[in-house]
């Protein structure tokens, strides 16, 4: 006699929840409502009305048209004071994506500085790279047991991109769309 057939299992269900945040550049406004009275910078407040939704996400994306700097002398809206990244990341963003046309602004040193500054925060950065090396990694993740991977591109780097960095520097920092890389 042939024995039962036994019952399918059924794979364990997964999820994942994702909230994105558009381009953030930090002009004078911004930078004013992030500044305390100390002087200082605290910009919580400013994330506080979304924090409820980008905290309740699994993977939690902010895009920087901006870098990061710690020399209160070069802030601009394309050079923002690091105190940005420490308020995202309280706000329960989780990685930042650096793929924008403004990437190299400050040349590499500029992209190394705004890297160290996320990873100091404990921030994933996607779409930017101190190295060729970095750049060939596969930026792939799990979260709940689902494997996750984010490519990030630009179509341009921007003129003041195209002064402070080489062609070359440009072609390990980011992934150009269009454009062959080595």
């Known amino acids: 006699s042939a024995s039962p057939t036994p019952e399918p299992t ?3 269900s997964r999820s994942l929840s994702l909230t994105a945040v558009g381009q953030i550049s930090i002009g004078a406004e911004l930078r004013k409502s992030g500044t305390a009275e100390s002087g200082d910078f605290y910009f919580d407040p400013v994330f506080d009305p979304v924090k ?3 905290s309740g996400a699994d ?3 902010a895009t920087f048209r901006t870098n990061l700097t710690d020399d209160q002398n070069a802030y ?3 050079n923002a004071p690091y105190e940005l ?3 995202l990341g309280r ?3 989780n990685l930042i994506n650096l793929s924008t046309d403004r990437v190299v602004d400050f040349g590499t040193p500029g992209l190394a500085k705004t890297l160290d500054l996320l990873y100091q925060n404990k921030l994933t950065a996607q779409g930017a790279y101190a190295t060729a090396e970095d750049r060939q990694a596969l930026p792939i993740s799990e979260i709940n047991g689902i494997k996750v991977g984010i490519v990030s591109y630009t179509s341009s780097i921007s003129a003041a991109g195209k002064k402070a960095a080489t062609d070359a520097e440009i072609q390990v920092a980011t992934r150009m769309l269009g454009v062959e890389s080595a």
Do not use: C, E, W
């Open 52 to 54: 409820p939704a980008l």
């Open 85 to 87: 990244a420490v308020g």
């Open 59 to 61: 993977l939690s994306i």
């Open 76 to 78: 601009d809206t394309y």
């Open 91 to 93: 706000a329960g963003v």
């Open 10 to 12: 059924q794979p364990p």
